[in-house]
C-alpha cells in the first residue's frame, strides 16, 4: 500500500522550524506535518525553540541516551536567561525536586517507592473498587441526562473515574477531587494567564504539603504514606521529594487515564466495523486499549530533556545545551514501526502492542499499568450498559482542550440510547 507522506518521512528531511499550537485546532494535521520533517523535527514552543524526535526507533535510543537529561540546569536557554519563569510551559518542565526532574541515582531512589505502590498485585487487590466506582458513574451518566439525552461523557465519566483511582491511591479525601480538578485543568491550559498558572502552582504545593504533613503524623495505607515511610536503613524522601511526586503523578494519572478512555470510545464509534469485532468478542479490550495508545496518544508532546553534549541522530546534531521534546503523537504513527498504514485506526494491527506511548527507559510512566487497568475496565463497563452508545454531534464538532502537551477534549456530548 502507498502513503502519500511514506516516502517524505524515510528521507528523514528536516524541512524547517513547526510551531506547535497552542490552541490544538489541526492535530492531525500538525502529527503529519512533525513526521514528514524528519527524524528529528525543529519546533517552537511559544517563542522557545527545541528539538522533537518523531521516530520510534531514534526515540527509543534517545530516551536512553545518558547524554539527555531532566536537569533544566543543563538548558542552555535557562542557564542565558532568555527562557524564565515567565513562558508558559515553565511548570511542566521545572515542576520541583521529583523522580520526574532528576536522573540517574537520585530517580530510582525517588521512583522506587512509588512503583512497589503500584505492583501487579497491588494493582489486582484495588480492582474491585476500580469496578465499583465505573458502576457509580454509570448511573450517574444515566441520571444526567438532559431532556433531549445528551450527557457529556467526558465530564461526568472520563473525568472523575481516574480522579477517584488516584485519589484512593494516595489518600486525598474525595471532597476535594473537585478541587484538584479545576486546579490542573487550568494549570495545563493555554488561556491561563502565566502569573495565574504559577499561582496555582503554588497552591498545589501548599495542599500537597499539607497532606504529607497529615500523613506523617497520621500514616495511613496509602501511597503517600509509603512515600513518607522510609525503609530500614534506607534514605527518606524529603518533604519537598514527596510532594513533587504527588503532584507530578496526580497529573500524569489523571490526565492520562481521561485522554485514554475518551480517544478509545471516539475511535470505536468512528469505526463501527473495529467496535462489532470487540462486542462480538472477536478480538479483546486489551487490543483496543493499545491501538488506541499508538494511534490517538493521550500525550502529544512530552516536555523536556536537556543535551549535556553534542549528540548525532542521523543527518541532525542535537548541540550541547539543546532542549529535545518528544512527540508521542508522531511517533505512533510511524510508518517504519506500524507499516504504510500507520493513520488507520486497526484494533487487529499486529504492532498494536508495539507502541512507546508510556515512554521507554527508566523514566517509563509509573503509572502505566494502573491507567490500562483503569480503561479495561471503563471501556466494556460503558458499551455493556450502553450498546446504544454514540456521539450527539457530528465528529468534527468535537473540540481539542487547548494543552500543548495532553490530548483533550474540551466535551464529549454524546447519547446513552
Same mark, same amino acid.
Given at each position: 500500500?502507498?502513503?502519500?507522506?511514506?516516502?517524505?518521512?524515510?528521507? =528523514?528531511?528536516?524541512?524547517?522550524?513547526?510551531?506547535?499550537?497552542?490552541?490544538?485546532?489541526?492535530?492531525? =494535521?500538525?502529527?503529519?506535518?512533525?513526521?514528514?520533517?524528519?527524524?528529528?523535527?525543529?519546533?517552537?514552543?511559544?517563542?522557545?525553540?527545541?528539538?522533537?524526535?518523531?521516530?520510534?526507533?531514534?526515540?527509543?535510543?534517545?530516551?536512553?541516551?545518558?547524554?539527555?537529561?531532566?536537569?533544566?540546569?543543563?538548558?542552555?536557554?535557562?542557564?542565558?536567561?532568555?527562557? %524564565?519563569?515567565?513562558?508558559?510551559? *515553565?511548570?511542566?518542565?521545572?515542576?520541583?525536586?521529583?523522580?520526574?526532574?532528576?536522573?540517574?541515582?537520585? !530517580?530510582?531512589?525517588?521512583?522506587?517507592?512509588? #512503583?512497589?505502590?503500584? %505492583?501487579? +498485585?497491588?494493582?489486582? @487487590?484495588? +480492582?474491585?473498587?476500580?469496578?465499583?466506582?465505573?458502576?457509580?458513574?454509570?448511573? @450517574? &451518566?444515566?441520571?444526567?441526562?438532559?431532556?433531549?439525552?445528551?450527557?457529556?461523557?467526558?465530564?461526568?465519566?472520563?473525568?472523575? $473515574?481516574?480522579?477517584?483511582?488516584?485519589?484512593?491511591?494516595?489518600?486525598?479525601?474525595?471532597?476535594?477531587?473537585?478541587?484538584?480538578?479545576?486546579?490542573?485543568?487550568?494549570?495545563?491550559?493555554?488561556? %491561563?494567564?502565566?502569573?495565574?498558572?504559577?499561582?496555582?502552582?503554588?497552591? &498545589?504545593?501548599?495542599?500537597?504539603?499539607?497532606?504529607?504533613?497529615?500523613?506523617?503524623?497520621?500514616?495511613?495505607?496509602?501511597?503517600? #504514606?509509603?512515600?513518607?515511610?522510609?525503609?530500614?536503613?534506607?534514605?527518606?524522601?524529603?518533604?519537598?521529594?514527596?510532594?513533587?511526586?504527588?503532584? @507530578?503523578?496526580?497529573?500524569?494519572? !489523571?490526565?492520562?487515564?481521561?485522554?485514554?478512555?475518551?480517544?478509545?470510545?471516539?475511535?470505536?464509534?468512528? !469505526?463501527?466495523?473495529?467496535?462489532?469485532?470487540? $462486542?462480538?468478542?472477536?478480538?479483546?479490550?486489551?487490543?483496543?486499549?493499545?491501538?488506541?495508545?499508538?494511534?490517538? %496518544?493521550?500525550?502529544?508532546?512530552?516536555?523536556? +530533556?536537556?543535551?549535556?553534549?553534542?549528540?548525532?541522530?542521523?543527518?541532525?546534531?542535537?548541540?550541547?545545551?539543546?532542549?529535545?521534546? *518528544?512527540?508521542?503523537?508522531?511517533?505512533?504513527?510511524?510508518?517504519?514501526?506500524?507499516?504504510?498504514?500507520?493513520?488507520?485506526?486497526?484494533?487487529?494491527?499486529?504492532?498494536?502492542?508495539?507502541?512507546?506511548?508510556?515512554?521507554?527507559?527508566?523514566?517509563?510512566?509509573?503509572?502505566?499499568?494502573?491507567?490500562?487497568?483503569?480503561?479495561?475496565?471503563? $471501556?466494556?463497563? $460503558?458499551?455493556?450498559?450502553?450498546?446504544?452508545?454514540?456521539? @450527539?454531534?457530528?465528529?468534527?464538532? *468535537?473540540?481539542?482542550?487547548?494543552?500543548?502537551?495532553?490530548?483533550?477534549?474540551?466535551?464529549?456530548?454524546?447519547? &446513552?440510547?
Amino acid at each position: 500500500m502507498n502513503c502519500p507522506h511514506a516516502e517524505a518521512a524515510r528521507a =528523514g528531511r528536516n524541512t524547517g522550524v513547526i510551531a506547535i499550537d497552542p490552541m490544538v485546532q489541526d492535530l492531525d =494535521g500538525e502529527t503529519v506535518r512533525l513526521r514528514d520533517a524528519g527524524v528529528l523535527a525543529r519546533i517552537d514552543l511559544l517563542g522557545v525553540p527545541a528539538w522533537t524526535v518523531t521516530r520510534h526507533a531514534e526515540a527509543r535510543q534517545l530516551l536512553v541516551d545518558p547524554r539527555l537529561v531532566k536537569d533544566i540546569d543543563a538548558w542552555g536557554l535557562w542557564q542565558s536567561g532568555a527562557v %524564565t519563569r515567565a513562558w508558559p510551559l *515553565i511548570g511542566m518542565i521545572d515542576a520541583g525536586r521529583s523522580m520526574f526532574t532528576v536522573d540517574g541515582a537520585e !530517580h530510582r531512589r525517588l521512583r522506587t517507592k512509588t #512503583s512497589q505502590a503500584l %505492583t501487579p +498485585r497491588r494493582l489486582e @487487590a484495588i +480492582r474491585p473498587d476500580i469496578e465499583k466506582f465505573t458502576d457509580e458513574l454509570l448511573d @450517574a &451518566l444515566d441520571a444526567a441526562r438532559g431532556e433531549d439525552g445528551t450527557v457529556d461523557l467526558k465530564a461526568i465519566f472520563a473525568q472523575p $473515574l481516574p480522579m477517584k483511582v488516584v485519589g484512593m491511591l494516595m489518600g486525598v479525601d474525595e471532597s476535594q477531587h473537585a478541587m484538584l480538578t479545576r486546579q490542573y485543568k487550568a494549570f495545563f491550559s493555554m488561556l %491561563t494567564p502565566q502569573d495565574e498558572r504559577l499561582a496555582l502552582l503554588a497552591e &498545589l504545593d501548599v495542599f500537597y504539603t499539607d497532606l504529607v504533613r497529615e500523613k506523617t503524623a497520621r500514616p495511613t495505607d496509602d501511597l503517600t #504514606s509509603a512515600l513518607i515511610l522510609a525503609e530500614e536503613g534506607g534514605e527518606p524522601l524529603t518533604e519537598e521529594e514527596v510532594v513533587g511526586n504527588l503532584k @507530578a503523578m496526580v497529573a500524569a494519572g !489523571h490526565e492520562t487515564t481521561i485522554g485514554l478512555v475518551l480517544n478509545a470510545v471516539r475511535a470505536l464509534l468512528a !469505526h463501527p466495523d473495529q467496535l462489532r469485532l470487540v $462486542l462480538d468478542g472477536e478480538v479483546g479490550w486489551d487490543a483496543v486499549v493499545e491501538e488506541t495508545l499508538r494511534w490517538d %496518544t493521550p500525550t502529544t508532546h512530552l516536555l523536556m +530533556r536537556f543535551a549535556t553534549e553534542d549528540i548525532a541522530v542521523g543527518e541532525e546534531v542535537i548541540r550541547k545545551g539543546e532542549g529535545v521534546a *518528544i512527540s508521542y503523537r508522531a511517533i505512533g504513527r510511524d510508518f517504519e514501526q506500524h507499516g504504510p498504514d500507520a493513520d488507520a485506526f486497526d484494533i487487529t494491527r499486529p504492532t498494536r502492542n508495539r507502541h512507546m506511548t508510556f515512554g521507554h527507559g527508566p523514566h517509563i510512566c509509573p503509572g502505566a499499568a494502573l491507567s490500562r487497568v483503569e480503561a479495561g475496565i471503563a $471501556l466494556p463497563a $460503558l458499551f455493556a450498559r450502553f450498546p446504544g452508545l454514540r456521539l @450527539a454531534v457530528p465528529d468534527e464538532e *468535537i473540540t481539542k482542550l487547548p494543552v500543548m502537551t495532553q490530548n483533550d477534549m474540551a466535551a464529549f456530548p454524546v447519547l &446513552l440510547r
